[in-house]
């Protein structure tokens, strides 16, 4: 067990930036929870964490933006969800770029669908770096603070594994419902 946490010490950091490239909370959470153990930095953990999820959401935007045809060969599939992006963008506007990095399901096409329309750039830089921030401060803290929690969850889990996958799929269920009702086609 101490070559684990030896080797999270030591190639965590390079796992939560990669991790975080594509939204990574778990990650962060890990990350969080390592800290409250002692095993990694939080203050590291938060810059990282941010520093790569603000850099993902900048390179989904600059390859929708600048590489639409490449993209939308490989969004084909969810053409519904990518509408629904929009719809939620003209809904709410630019709000929708700061609570986004929270939605689990949304936080890949938002950053794709605000890149295909005309959209200042500058505009969504400022707001992807906030939520960015915000995004890490509050899950990196808040995991650091419910660390004791989270332990005793994970050794919960451990003694009855049965528990892990009930869990995943309530909540993979849970978020295919929600995203196949939200993108159904309304006669």
Request: proline share 2%; no cysteine.
């Amino acid at each position: 067990m101490e070559d684990t946490f030896s080797n999270l010490a030591t190639y965590g950091y390079i796992g939560l930036f990669l991790y975080s490239l594509g939204g990574g909370f778990i990650a962060l959470i890990g990350a969080g929870v390592l800290s409250f153990m002692g095993k990694m930095d939080l203050s590291l953990s938060i810059f990282i964490a941010f520093t790569a999820n603000a850099l993902g959401d900048f390179l989904l935007f600059y390859m929708a933006r600048y590489q639409k045809t490449m993209m939308m060969d490989g969004l084909r599939k969810h053409r519904r969800k990518l509408a629904l992006a929009h719809i939620m963008m003209k809904k709410n506007g630019s709000w929708i770029i700061l609570i986004q990095k929270f939605v689990y399901g949304i936080k890949t096409l938002i950053p794709i669908a605000i890149g295909l329309t005309k959209y200042d750039f500058k505009k969504f830089a400022i707001l992807n770096i906030l939520s960015a921030a915000a995004w890490a401060l509050i899950f990196g803290i808040g995991s650091y603070y419910s660390g004791g929690f989270l332990v005793k969850m994970a050794e919960l889990v451990g003694d009855k594994p049965w528990i892990a996958p009930l869990i995943l799929v309530v909540l993979g269920g849970s978020l295919w419902l929600y995203m196949t009702h939200a993108t159904k086609r309304k006669n």
